[in-house]
């Protein structure tokens, strides 16, 4: 228990040290790759993120969706992949491979959707190499690029939301 303890004391501590240093990039390539980071134990529908995909013309191919459930759920066959607290290691190192090969994706956007405040759910945004980050209100703003206030259950007003951002950074094709 008390080794539980230190080793999210380090997480947090490389969490800080990661946003502190970061870059903001703002590059002019259109969006055409989309990676989507939740937590199912909130959201429970991902066909509504394929359909955000559809919305914005990224291609079903370029969309990878990863979830992150607080209790180890086996009958999560239908996402991309679902990773839980024993997946990452002192520091921040990531001990699964899909895991990490998500992070090494080079998305045009990423969308964090998620509101309950989860330390591995904010060092995957933040070790995320996508171009643009956009989620949902929360309270360190250092973590999105974009943020878009609404509920988690109002889904169709952030599709919108998203939409329009997009549409005025000239993102969308």
């Known amino acids: 228990m008390i080794l539980k303890g230190f080793k999210e004391k380090s997480n947090k501590k490389y969490l800080n040290k990661l946003l ?9 390539s259109k969006v055409e790759s989309l990676g989507v980071v939740l937590n199912i134990d909130e959201v429970d529908d991902f066909e509504m993120f394929r359909k955000l995909a ?26 991309d992949s679902c990773f839980n607290s024993k ?3 002192w520091n921040g190192a990531i001990k699964n491979l899909e895991l990490q090969e998500f992070l ?3 998305f045009d956007a990423l969308i964090s ?8 759910l904010k ?12 989620g949902i ?26 939409f329009k951002y997009l549409t005025i950074l000239n993102k969308i094709n």
Do not use: C, H, M
Not at 54 to 64: G, M, S
Not at 113 to 120: I, S
């Open 20 to 28: 502190s240093e970061r870059q903001v990039n703002v590059a002019d």
């Open 54 to 79: 559809e919305y914005i013309k990224v291609r079903p191919n370029k969309l990878k969706i990863i979830a992150f459930s607080e209790n180890k759920k086996e009958d999560l066959n239908s996402w």
């Open 87 to 89: 997946d990452f290691g």
């Open 137 to 162: 209100l929360q309270t360190d703003e250092r973590l999105n690029d974009l943020i878009i206030k609404t509920d988690k259950k109002q889904f169709d007003q952030f599709k919108t939301e998203v």
């Open 104 to 106: 090494d994706s080079s």
């Open 113 to 120: 959707y998620y509101e309950k405040e989860v330390l591995e």
């Open 123 to 134: 060092l995957i945004t933040t070790l995320s190499k996508a171009k643009l980050k956009i």
